[in-house]
């Protein structure tokens, strides 16, 4: 891992900004300051920094994104590619299988099932094209193997179970292609569960088919992931699951009292049955951000030229609606928040369930990131804090990923199913 640690020691005097702060001497020595941001960047390098909920499959395919080219939030608004993961000591993590969330009905669930299959099969081209650096992980052990051989680790999970439509057993298909980890719900309320952020329930937590989804990930040896799931329906897996269950990217309502975030019983619930909260770095679900007036009116504006029924603009129409959106949000950019904002939310979690059972899941292209750790590059910032607020070195590797992986351990240990996962392309 030396590389990795040649390249974060660079960032000591620069990108952070915390070295060289207090006294230098005058014969130039190097202040207790830098040493110490030293030793913690040091420390950084050689832990496994893994985040739970990687939206970057989303970009695979789209013009202008190359993982091996450096880009930046300023330019693109995206979070993660092969240099700015070097940068932040990034290591890897679970990389989402994610589809938007259409009728639910046959046709909808063929569609959509073709989607997800292909979006798996994106992510395994991704590990093929770039097997330099990347890696697919299936078993928790891949994970040490893989970073000692100086790769990014690519788990994968499924954010949203619509695409399995009404076929459990399609569950297999994913699970052989590398699926490791599955939510049963996004947005909206599904054929699985109710959702947190939907209107009304629907099932009061999970449906029958959620249940047997909840049975069919123990079989075949799936995380649980109970983000963006309703409370109802958190329970209702957490009661059912034979082993611990994860919320890959959530927070505490009790910083902020958002649907997405759990309450504190909740969280305490998971945690004593052994699972794990990756807490969010997605700013709406961190504090109220109110826009100025300014973007108020603007957004007023645009609502008058262009709100309402668009199904029948035309594509020029709707071109010309981003467009000026765009440059809206350009001249009049949306509130977000700070990393203090979303320290709170760790340290809160941290210290409402404990150093075991807390991660992080900052939904990196998936709209994730706050001012001041705009991308995977200043993940470093984290270690900074975390030491800062005292939390040993073992506490925070577990944080950084032995916790996840753990879970990883459990679900693996419980499988029950026989069907293997044949590592086909590497
Ligand atoms: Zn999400």
Not at 286 to 296: C, V
């Amino acid at each position: 891992m030396r590389w990795k640690s040649l390249m974060i020691a660079t960032m000591v005097a620069g990108g952070l900004g915390l070295a060289g702060c207090d006294s230098v001497s005058d014969q130039g020595a190097v202040s207790v300051q830098d040493h110490r941001s030293a030793d913690i960047m040091e420390f950084h390098a050689g832990l496994m920094v893994l985040d739970s909920h990687l939206d970057t499959p989303a970009k695979f395919h789209q013009s202008g994104y190359k993982f091996d080219r450096k880009s930046s939030w300023a330019e693109d608004g995206s979070h993660v590619d092969l240099y700015r993961m070097n940068e932040g000591g990034l290591d890897g993590g679970f990389w989402v299988i994610y589809i938007p969330q259409g009728p639910l009905n046959e046709a909808a669930f063929q569609a959509v099932r073709n989607a997800a299959l292909m979006r798996q099969t994106a992510i395994r081209e991704f590990a093929a094209r770039y097997n330099e650096h990347v890696e697919l992980a299936f078993v928790r052990d891949d994970a040490d193997r893989i970073l000692s051989a100086g790769k990014k680790i690519v788990f994968q999970s499924m954010e949203n179970a619509y695409p399995l439509g009404e076929d459990i057993s399609l569950l297999e298909t994913f699970y052989a292609g590398g699926l490791r980890m599955i939510g049963p719900v996004h947005f909206r309320n599904n054929q699985f569960a109710d959702s947190a952020t939907d209107i009304a329930p629907l099932h009061d937590g999970l449906s029958q088919f959620g249940e047997q989804l909840v049975r069919k990930a123990n079989d075949l040896g799936l995380i649980l992931d109970g983000s963006h799931a309703s409370d109802d329906a958190v329970r209702d897996m957490l009661a059912l699951s034979t082993t611990p269950i994860v919320l890959s990217h959530s927070g505490p309502k009790g910083i902020y009292d958002h649907p997405r975030n759990l309450p504190d019983g909740l969280l305490l619930d998971i945690a004593a049955a052994g699972g794990v909260i990756q807490v969010n770095a997605y700013g709406a679900y961190l504090e109220k951000r109110l826009p100025s007036e300014a973007r108020e009116a603007a957004l007023a504006g645009w609502m008058a030229q262009y709100g309402g029924d668009t199904s029948d603009f035309s594509l020029d129409q709707l071109a010309a609606m981003r467009a000026a959106r765009a440059q809206l949000d350009a001249e009049y950019p949306a509130p977000r928040s700070s990393f203090e904002t979303f320290m709170a939310h760790l340290l809160y979690m941290l210290e409402l369930v404990g150093p075991d059972h807390v991660g992080i899941g900052s939904d990196w292209d998936g709209g994730g990131g706050v001012i001041g750790m705009d991308d995977v590059s200043q993940l470093p910032r984290i270690t900074v804090a975390l030491v800062e607020a005292g939390y040993s070195e073992g506490d925070i590797a577990k944080i950084w990923g032995g916790n996840l992986l753990r879970v990883l351990g459990d679900v693996e240990a419980a499988r029950t199913s026989d069907l293997s996962s044949p590592n086909l392309v590497q």
